[in-house]
C-alpha cells in the first residue's frame, strides 16, 4: 500500500496523460511536470515567510505576526495584497528596460534550477547526464541579475551593493562547487538520480548518506555555509541589510517588482537546500531501513523544513559579518578547507573500507580545521569591549 | 534541421550585432550575455549537452560578470559623447565582407564536406570523462597550468600599487557623495560628554 | 543545404560579426567582446563538425571544445586585467588615445 502511496503523483500523471491522444503525449507530460514546480514552490514560499516571521520574533522574545489568519498563518495573503497594490516607483534616470528585466532575469534561473532536482523515486522533472553542472551554471544568472538590478537604478548606493553582492557570490561559489565535487567522485556520475540512489543503502539499519562519513559531514558544512552566503541571508547579508545600506541592489524596486526579487531569493534558498539534501542528506531516502515505509516525497519536503529552519534559526541568531571578513573566510578559511576535503575525499576511497580509514580521515579534516581557524583568528584583537568617545 | 535550431540562429546573430552596435557598453554586454545563452541553446540542440551547460557556466556565469565588472571598473557606465568608431573603421568593414564573403563561399561550394550521420551521437560525461583522463590527459594538465599562470599573470597586471606609481598621485579627485559636513563648534562635544558622564 | 552547411553558415556570420566590432569600436573592452564573439563562433563550427562529421563517438571536437572554452576564459581575464591596469595609467580606454609607441 505505501508503494503506491509512494508513486501517487507518477500514477495521477500517467492517468491523465492517459486520457490526451498519443500526438499530444510528450507535451501534456512535459507541461504537468513542469506546471507543478511553479505551483508548489511559491506555497512553501508563502508559508516559509510567515514561519520566518513568526520563528524570528520568537528569537527576538516577542509574537511574530498575528492577526491576519489563524495565529498569523494568513499574513502571506495580506502581504501578496499589499505587494500587487503598491505604486510602482521607477526611478526617472533609471533604465528602464534593464530595471524591468532584472526581477525576471533573477526569477528564471532560480525556476529552472528545479527541473534536476529528484523530489521522489522516479519524479524527476529532467534527468540529465549532467544534472549537478546544469543546476550551477544557472546559478550563474542571479549574479547577473543582481548586477542589472543595481546598476539600472542609477543609485550610487545600489551599485555598491550590486558590486559587493556579486563579489560575495563569486567568492563562495568556489567553495559550494568544489564539496559538490566530492561527492562526484564517490558517485561517479553528475547525474543527480544516480547520487541518490547511491545513498539508498542501508548498513545496520542506517542509510549511506555522504554527511555520515567524516569528508560528508565536512562538505555539508561547507555547502551548508556557502549556500547561506550564495542566498545573501545572515550572516551574510551586508549586500542587502536594512541597516547598513538600505536595502542595497533592490532599494529603488517597490511593489510587485520587490516581491519578484523576495520570491527569488526564497526559491534560490529551497533549490539550493533542494541540492544540499540530494548531495549529502540522501534526497528522498529514509535514514532509518525501518522508515522506508513513508514516501519518499514526504522525506524530501521534511528534510528541507528541517534544513530552512536551521536557516531561520542561524538568521536571528548570528550577526552579520563585514565584507572584509566575509571574503576573508571565503578564500582564507574554506576554499582550503573545501580542497582538503576533496583530497580526504580521495584518502577515504582508497584505503578500502575498514575502521582506520575513519580516523586517518577524521583526524586530517580536524588538524585542518584547527590550523586554518587559528590562521584566521591571528590578527583578531579579541578582549574586552573598549569604548572610544569623539574627542 | 528543426525550426528551433534556425530561430536559436537568428535570435543569437541579432544579440551579437545588438552587442557590437550599441551606444552604451552595459547594454552591449548584456547583450551579449544573451548571444552566449543562444549559443548554448544552439549546442543543447546539436546534442553536445555537456558543452551547452559548460557554455552557461563559464561564459554568461563568469566572463559576462568580468565584462561588467570591467566595464564598471573603467568608469565607462555612461553613454560616449564623441563617435563610437574608430579611425579607420572603413577598412574594418571592407576586411569583414571579405572576410565573410570567403568563408561562405567555402562553405557553400565545397566538395569536401561529409554526408550527415544517421543517428545522433552520445556525448555522455562518462565517455568525456574516460577520454579527457585517457586519450587527452597532456592537454589536460597543461590547461591546468595555463589556467594557473593566467590567474597569477592578471592579479599581477591588475594589482594597485600602493604609494609610489604615478597613478596614484594629481589629478585623482575622490568620488564625493553629497557635501563634507563642516566641523561641530567645539563647545558642544564637552556638553554633551557632561551630560553623560 | 545540409544541416552542417547551415550551422557554418552560422558560425561564419558570428565570427564576422566580432571581427567587424573588434577592428571598428574605439572602446577596448568592445575589441576585447568581439574577440569572445570569434572564440565562440570557431567553437560552433567544431561542435557542428563533430556533430555531423564521421566518427563522432571519438569526441574529438568536443574536446577540443572544452580546453577551447577553458583558454577562452583565461584570456578574457588576462584582456580585462590589461585593459583595467591601461586606464589607472592613462585614464581612458579609447584604444585611439593609447598611441604613445606610433612611430
Known sequence: ?391 | MSLFLVITFVVTLLAAVAAMSLRNLVHCALMLAIAFSGIAAAYLQLNAEFAGFTEILVYVGAIAILIVMAILLTRSGEAPEKSVLTSGWLAGVVVTVMVFTTLGWAVLNSTALPPPPVEAPQATVKNIGDMLMTRYILPLEIIALMLTAAMIGAVIIAFKEDGKSKSSQGNETPIQIGNQPEPLPAGSVESRKEGVA | MTPLQVCLLFSALLFATGFAGAVTRRHAILVLIGIELMLNAANVNLIAFWRFGPHPEALTGFIFVLFSMALAAAEAAVGLALVIAIFRHKKTSNLDEVKDLKG
Not at chain 1, 316 to 334: I, V
Request: proline share 5%.
Open chain 1, 1 to 391: 500500500m505505501f508503494d503506491k502511496l509512494d508513486q501517487i503523483f507518477v500514477t495521477l500523471k500517467h492517468l491523465v496523460m492517459g486520457h490526451l491522444p498519443a500526438a499530444w503525449q510528450p507535451l501534456a507530460s512535459a507541461v504537468i511536470s513542469i506546471a507543478l514546480i511553479p505551483i508548489v514552490f511559491p506555497g512553501l514560499f508563502a508559508i516559509v515567510t510567515v514561519i520566518e516571521r513568526k520563528g524570528l520574533g520568537r528569537i527576538q522574545n516577542r509574537y511574530g505576526p498575528n492577526r491576519v489568519g489563524p495565529f498569523g498563518f494568513l499574513q502571506f495573503v495580506a502581504d501578496g495584497i499589499k505587494a500587487l497594490i503598491k505604486e510602482d516607483v521607477v526611478p526617472r534616470a533609471a533604465d528602464k528596460m534593464v530595471h524591468f528585466l532584472a526581477p525576471v532575469m533573477m526569477l528564471i534561473p532560480v525556476l529552472l534550477a528545479y527541473a534536476v532536482l529528484p523530489f521522489g523515486r522516479k519524479m524527476v522533472v529532467a534527468d540529465y547526464d549532467a544534472g549537478l553542472l546544469f543546476f550551477f551554471a544557472v546559478g550563474g544568472g542571479v549574479e547577473l541579475s543582481v548586477f542589472m538590478a543595481g546598476w539600472s537604478s542609477r543609485n550610487k548606493y545600489s551599485l555598491l551593493g550590486a558590486m559587493r553582492a556579486i563579489a560575495q557570490m563569486i567568492s563562495y561559489e568556489l567553495p559550494l562547487i568544489l564539496s559538490a565535487v566530492t561527492v562526484v567522485m564517490m558517485v561517479g556520475s553528475l547525474n543527480l538520480s544516480e547520487i541518490v540512489k547511491h545513498q539508498n543503502q542501508y548498513t545496520f539499519g542506517i542509510a549511506h548518506w555522504f554527511v555520515f562519513s567524516p569528508w560528508g559531514l565536512a562538505g555539508f558544512l561547507l555547502f551548508l555555509v556557502a549556500s547561506l552566503a550564495e542566498s545573501n541571508r545572515t550572516p551574510f547579508d551586508l549586500p542587502e541589510a536594512e541597516s547598513e545600506i538600505i536595502a542595497g541592489y533592490f532599494t529603488e524596486y517597490s511593489g510587485f517588482k520587490f516581491a519578484l526579487f523576495f520570491l527569488g531569493e526564497y526559491l534560490g534558498m529551497f533549490a539550493i537546500s533542494g541540492l544540499g539534501i540530494t548531495l549529502f542528506l540522501g534526497g528522498w531516502t529514509a535514514p532509518f531501513s525501518f522508515l522506508t515505509w513513508i514516501p519518499s516525497y514526504v522525506w524530501f519536503l521534511s528534510k528541507l523544513l528541517g534544513i530552512v529552519f536551521v536557516f531561520i534559526w542561524i538568521r536571528g541568531t548570528l550577526p552579520r559579518l563585514r565584507m572584509d571578513q566575509l571574503m576573508n573566510f571565503a578564500w582564507k578559511f574554506m576554499l582550503p578547507l573545501a580542497l582538503i576535503n576533496i583530497v580526504v575525499a580521495g584518502i577515504w576511497h582508497y584505503m578500502g573500507p575498514d575502521w582506520p580509514r575513519w580516523l586517518v580521515c577524521s583526524a586530517i579534516l580536524a588538524c585542518a580545521y584547527g590550523l586554518l581557524g587559528l590562521g584566521l583568528m591571528h590578527n583578531q584583537k579579541l578582549g574586552k569591549r573598549i569604548y572610544r568617545y569623539a574627542e
